[in-house]
């Protein structure tokens, strides 16, 4: 597993982490204590949710370290005429004549519902590069594809507002 990852991604990763060690870790080991103090164990429900939720923190903390460790760093910079990492992009589908927008991000904060669409995504693999007036193919998978042409180009800054996934 070798992410690409912004040096922004990696800040967010390890805030993440330091919060889910201080604070999450703290309640969640509380609650266990408490909830173990209710008498049977086989047949305590709040005891069992305890156990779940410190296991899925301590889950959540691996994975990000994991991810942190195995990162391949890239560079969010990019010419300010042409499609790089954090920029939001307006393009034309030429399919059906409709514009969309699209901020290219990486796969950790990807959301298809927001707008967020991972550099390593098709259209994000595709368009990133590229300048406004480029008439692009998108290829989907060997049997399918379309063309795209860049509309506009705005070099917006990552103010780290979009969340990370939760995997």
């Known amino acids: 597993m070798h992410n690409e990852l ?3 991604d990696i800040q ?3 805030e993440e982490i330091e919060y889910r060690k201080i604070v999450v870790r703290k309640e969640a080991l509380e609650e266990v204590k408490e909830t173990r103090a209710h008498g049977d164990l086989s047949e305590n429900f709040e005891y069992h949710a305890a156990k779940r939720v410190k296991n899925q923190n ?10 942190i460790k195995t990162a391949v760093v890239i560079s969010d910079e990019s ?25 290219i991000v990486t796969t950790v904060r ?8 991972s550099n390593e995504s098709p259209i994000g693999k595709a368009i990133l590069g590229h300048k406004v007036g ?8 060997a049997d ?7 509309k506009e180009i ?8 979009d969340k990370l996934r939760n995997y």
């Open 134 to 141: 480029d008439r692009v193919y998108v290829e989907v998978n």
């Open 12 to 14: 967010k990763m390890q």
């Open 58 to 67: 301590e889950s959540r903390i691996r994975y990000l370290e994991r991810m």
């Open 144 to 150: 399918f594809g379309y063309y795209v042409v860049i």
């Open 154 to 161: 705005e070099n917006t800054v990552d103010d780290g507002s």
């Open 110 to 117: 990807q959301d298809s519902l927001k707008g967020l669409v």
């Open 79 to 103: 010419a300010s005429d042409e499609v790089g990492m954090n920029n939001t992009v307006s393009l034309l589908i030429e399919e059906d004549n409709t514009v969309e927008k699209y901020k």
């Open 6 to 8: 912004t040096q922004k």
